[in-house]
């Protein structure tokens, strides 16, 4: 009699009449995912699932439960397999149009030289750069770029100084330019503010190649003593070039629509040619994703 009661019991718990409706998992799900409990609400989607392997729905927040988790090849084959019990479910596809957007190429305009602690001043130059997505997880995103970037600063000084002596005055003026060629490999980390990523904020780290660095500067002073005729001497300092790499900082924010993205970033870092003070450019960009 006794097995006759666990054996009984045991069809009671097994039988399809007390097992729990896959809506009843998927409701579970969808409040731990609301709660950012992602792992737990994945572990409620997949028993949904198992309970009935036709619901659209569970294997709707499994894609999302995956791609918050980082796991982007689950998420997209879970997003496929909901999509194809249940096509009309725009925010899914959505999230399956983003996971395949890892590419983009970038142009940029570039200025240097806004706030760093000297004379030379930038000039606006064009950039050239392509971006490539290595990872997602929930509202972040960490990619890797690559850039082609040209630098002008130029400086043009002058003082003026008069002896109280005899009255000479003297002028003196300085003119320097400098022109770098570089290869930028930055790694940059954003953080989307809203679900649907439109607006985002952007940080990250890499290495400036100078490829060539081209300086050239004039010194002039002119001489005039009291009443007689001005003299003018011309100092060249004779042109520099070099190679190096330095590292850089970035920060900076973004918004993307659709396909397209614009970002504003701030360049700070150290380099040898401006005798090892902060180096900064500011890089305006805008984008698109394939």
């Known amino acids: 009699m006794k097995r006759f009661f666990i054996a009984f019991a045991l069809f009671l718990v097994f039988s399809p009449a007390f097992t729990r409706p896959a809506a009843e998992d998927c409701d579970l799900g969808n409040t731990l995912y609301d709660s950012g409990k992602y792992a737990e609400a994945l572990d409620h989607f997949k028993m949904a699932s198992q309970t009935d392997p036709d619901d659209w729905q569970a294997y709707d927040g499994m894609a999302r439960a995956q791609f918050k988790l980082g796991n982007e090849r ?39 030289g806004v706030i760093r602690s000297s004379e030379l001043k930038g000039v606006p130059m064009p950039a050239l750069g392509c971006s490539y997505v290595l990872t997602r997880w929930g509202r972040k995103e960490l990619s890797v770029e690559l850039w082609a970037t040209r630098r002008d600063m130029k400086t043009d000084t002058s003082s003026t100084y008069t002896s109280y002596y005899d009255g000479t005055t003297s002028r003196y003026d300085y003119r320097e330019r400098v022109f770098l060629t570089c290869l930028e490999i930055p790694f940059i980390a954003k953080y989307f503010v809203d679900e649907n990523r439109h607006l985002y904020g952007l940080s990250g780290t890499g290495f400036v190649f100078v490829l060539h660095n081209h300086s050239e500067s004039l010194n002039t002073q002119t001489t005039t003593p009291t009443g007689g005729v001005p003299r003018v001497e011309i100092f060249e300092v004779l042109p520099t070039q070099f190679s190096g790499m330095f590292e850089t900082l970035i920060l900076g924010a973004g918004v993307r629509i659709g396909r397209v993205s614009a970002e504003a970033r701030l360049n700070l870092g150290f380099q040898g040619f401006n005798d090892g003070k902060l180096d900064d450019s500011w890089l305006f960009t805008t984008g698109y994703s394939f």
């Open 74 to 112: 689950q998420s997209r084959i879970a997003g496929r397999h909901s999509l194809d019990l249940h096509p009309d479910n725009p925010k899914l596809r959505n999230l399956l149009e983003l996971m395949r957007r890892n590419f983009a190429i970038k142009l940029g305009v570039g200025l240097s």
